[in-house]
């Protein structure tokens, strides 16, 4: 059966690499039939937060896809240590003494050989044990075979044929002079014990998978398929980082701006992957149907943004075309979170009423709260009165206008259709073009001149509002001439 696993180490919020990474797991797991497992990968102890960990559950759960099984590393140490000790009993494995930190580990030696400590390797197994059973700190490292000549091979499901000469692979670490399991020996322990199928994961670790597979044959485990996916980078070419570009690469920030998870989850799979019949926008359930490894690309994919605009504009056209693609109900309960913000009182009614007319202006939830604040203000924000004045009119018929539209409004059927019949009719009353009579109700009531249709707003908006800021606006108008 197919077990596949997203392995986060909680040491700084979700990056969209790994939601992609996640993803990609859980469309192979889902389409399959197959397992999908969250380890957390927190036996770093001295860089895990729990801030870390509470963004990464935040950012999965947003995402709404789930698991079937959970583990966190740090309750698995003993497992860890009994493979080390395995693999050092079948002698494939030796200790170093030499005195350094501990964060030197898993630092590639620079000089010559693939030997970190040359010398260390040849310790007889009885000094060796002697000197660990006298406390004295150990570096404990893979003996990779170096008395003949041996190539580590596997088949990458995206980058094909992968080699690599064991002459060319040092003596990594297993443990660390504190006795604490370095990523490779604890990853491979939990794979293998978990019965790990596909392994898919960014390609920086393309190269680790070389020391994995030493790992699980000294484990007398088969090494599972291993899948490895082209890296995000910015406009620049840059791995796209944490430290350097802040919380553009963070999941909640998407989440926080007002993507819809599925239209996310949409446009990260279109980073590095495409279908065969390139689609671009596809639900979650036809993302899992149409998802293979062939179709991953082996270049790195360009995240796009700017310090100015942080979304990507391909991320924010696909946010727009799910919106749309909402039931107004859906929509609507997806957009009462963004506006409470703002307006703690606004009901789910209201927030009904007002969807229809705004949906086609907004591309992001978090829109809403600039393109609907006048249905939700008690009062509306300053703006200019000039703004009141119709095209091909002065100040003199912009009030005309106003006083003639509250007589209007106080008489007329409250409906979408009631009132452009009143509108119309008072046009025709002034004999002027209706367009000259709706734009200064528009801006009296709305505060812009670029708004929602205007009978679906004044419906929504109600007598009352309407009544009194059309009155406020023809005030407006009084006082500056």
Known sequence: MLRLRFAPSPTGYLHVGSARTFIFNWLYARRHGGTMILRIDDTDLERNTEQSLNSIFEGLEWLGLGWDEQYRQSDRLALHKQLAEAILEKGLAYRDFTPADVDDAEKTNSGGPWLFNPGQREIPREESDHRAAMGEKFVLRFRVPREHEETVKFHDLVYGEQ???????????LLRSNGAPTYHLASCADDADLRISHIVRGQDHLTNTFKHILIFRAAGVEPPAFAHLPLLVAPDGSKLSKRRHGPVVSVTTYRDAGFLPQAYMNFICLLGWSPKDNREQLSPEELTAAFSFEGVNKSNAVVNFTEEDPFDPKAVWLNAEHLR?????????????????DWPDATPEKMAAVTPLIRERIRLLGEVRSVADFFFQPELAAYDSTELIPKKGDAALALRVLEEARRALENAEFTHDGLETALRGAAETLGIKAGQMFEPVRVAVCGR?????LFGTLEVLGRDTCLARVEQAAAKLTEKN
């Open 449 to 453: 001149k670029t708004a929602p249709p």
């Open 163 to 173: 080699a690599k000469e064991t002459r060319d692979i040092e003596d990594f670490a």
């Open 325 to 341: 693609a909402l039931a107004p109900e859906s929509l609507a309960e997806q957009l009462l979170p963004f506006v409470q913000r």
